[in-house]
């Protein structure tokens, strides 16, 4: 068998398993718009949940969703790219405690986020007494995605040509100074890409928050050291009650999730595509 048959026959296979995921996509986002846009009304937005389908509602698991994605943009970037700028600007390679924070980081990205849950049980809602509050997940959920942060800030702080560098030292800047407003100006597109699409993926988990306590009924608006639920918790919920008309608020609130992450994603492009430089 010739190499560009084969190549062809590989080609072939990939598009099909790409058809095949894009298929199974657009089945469950057809059936889900059919289900939810009819039940995707003011009232699930603005009531509580509550054991009559006609005056449920999942204010308190969209509040709680939305302040946990502003807790990780507050605890998880900064720490992630400061942690991106030492590994990339200032650490030394022949450092040991480099390696192992590095090979860390790499092994950090693969670990099951049911893995971080248990470990947000053990330390931070029973060792340290923080107990099952709202902050307790966003740290969670901040240390699922600081890996992948931290990996797509070290990949633009690589990208920037060394020239700028070695420009702004030439011109008698200091490391500092170079990295302040030239390195880190200059990567800010892939940074805050790599940054708001991890955000996304965790304001999608279950398992953490299930793992730390987040509760499946909420009738009260949720607080940084209160009692909490999210979106993909009372999307559980609602599934397993046997009425079908929760399984039809079930798919608004998945239409509700969904409009969350594309407006995240479309932050990240239109940040991406507004600091891009050519260079």
């Known amino acids: 068998m010739s190499r560009a048959l084969k190549g062809g026959i590989f080609k072939a296979l990939?598009?099909?398993?790409?058809a095949v995921g894009f298929l199974m996509l657009g089945t469950l986002l057809v059936d889900v718009l059919r289900d939810g846009l009819p039940y995707l009304d003011w009232k699930l937005i603005s009531n509580v949940p509550s054991s009559s389908p006609e005056d449920a509602g999942a204010r308190p698991a969209i509040l709680a969703t939305i302040y946990m994605a502003g807790l990780l943009l507050l605890l998880a970037v900064p720490v992630g790219v400061g942690t991106a700028i030492y590994l990339e600007e200032y650490a030394k390679k022949t450092r040991w405690y480099?390696?192992?924070?590095?090979?860390n980081i790499q092994n950090l990205a693969a670990v099951p986020s049911i893995v971080y849950g248990i470990l947000g049980l053990a330390f931070l809602v029973?060792?340290?007494g923080l107990g099952r509050v709202l902050l307790a997940g966003a740290m969670i959920l901040t240390l699922l995605v600081l890996p992948t942060v931290i990996i797509a800030a070290r990949e633009a702080i690589r990208a920037v040509p060394d020239s700028i560098r070695q420009g702004g030292y030439a011109l008698g800047a200091t490391q500092w100074q170079v990295g302040s407003r030239q390195v880190l100006p200059a990567a800010i597109p892939g940074i805050a890409t790599g940054s708001i699409l991890a955000?996304?993926?965790?304001?999608?988990?279950?398992?953490?928050?299930?793992?730390?306590?987040?509760?499946?009924y909420i009738a009260f608006d949720p607080t940084l050291l209160g009692p909490f639920t999210a979106l993909p918790i009372q999307i559980y919920s609602w599934v397993?009650?046997?009425?079908?008309?929760?399984?039809f608020l079930a798919a608004a609130a998945i239409v509700v999730l969904l409009g969350i992450l594309l407006v995240m994603n479309a932050l990240a492009i239109?940040?991406?595509?507004?600091?891009?430089?050519?260079?």
């Open 126 to 128: 029973r060792g340290a």
């Open 270 to 279: 239109w940040l991406r595509n507004h600091y891009r430089r050519s260079w």
């Open 240 to 247: 397993g009650l046997p009425a079908d008309e929760f399984r």
């Open 98 to 103: 480099n390696r192992l924070l590095e090979v």
């Open 199 to 216: 955000l996304s993926r965790a304001i999608g988990e279950t398992a953490p928050l299930i793992m730390i306590g987040a509760v499946t």
């Open 14 to 18: 990939l598009l099909f398993s790409l």
